[in-house]
């Protein structure tokens, strides 16, 4: 539960801006849920950068909760516990905190909603 009172916060996708983020191959639009919920959250849509194909590298991250619904195209991820899945549109995966993963291939096209907390948190490389 949050200490303050978070304020209701309103993105307009008109005219929406993607930024460079993680990875060189996405680009990343913030929701604004990192602002209202004081950093506990962060929700982004993430969009491929067309040309720019995956890097498959087996990592982790720190942090208490992450999801990914596919919103268009597809990506195929490998996680340590469950082996390789192909995600299309309104496929859902809840990533377990701190599992070894790595995103094999993705559409050109490729567009989903990440949901993390909290917002902020650490990647680490593994070896593969």
């Not at 720190?62 to 268009?72: A, G, H, P, R, T």
């Not at 094999?104 to 990647?123: C, M, N, Q, R, V």
Request: glycine letters at 10%; a negative charge.
């Amino acid at each position: 539960m949050l200490d303050t009172p978070a304020r209701t916060t309103l993105r307009r996708g008109e005219g929406a801006e993607f930024d460079a983020g993680l990875r060189a191959f996405f680009a990343y639009r913030d929701l604004g849920i990192r602002e209202a919920t004081k950093g506990s959250f962060g929700a982004h849509v993430i969009k491929a950068v067309p040309g720019e194909g995956a890097k498959p590298n087996w990592h982790n991250h720190e942090l208490d909760f992450q999801m990914v619904y596919i919103l268009k195209g597809w990506v195929r991820f490998e996680y340590e516990d469950i082996g390789e899945v192909e995600l299309r549109p309104g496929d859902c995966v809840h990533q377990a905190p701190h599992v070894r993963h790595r995103e094999i291939a993705h559409s050109d096209d490729l567009e989903l909603i990440e949901i993390t907390s909290p917002a902020e948190f650490k990647t680490n490389v593994l070896e593969g």
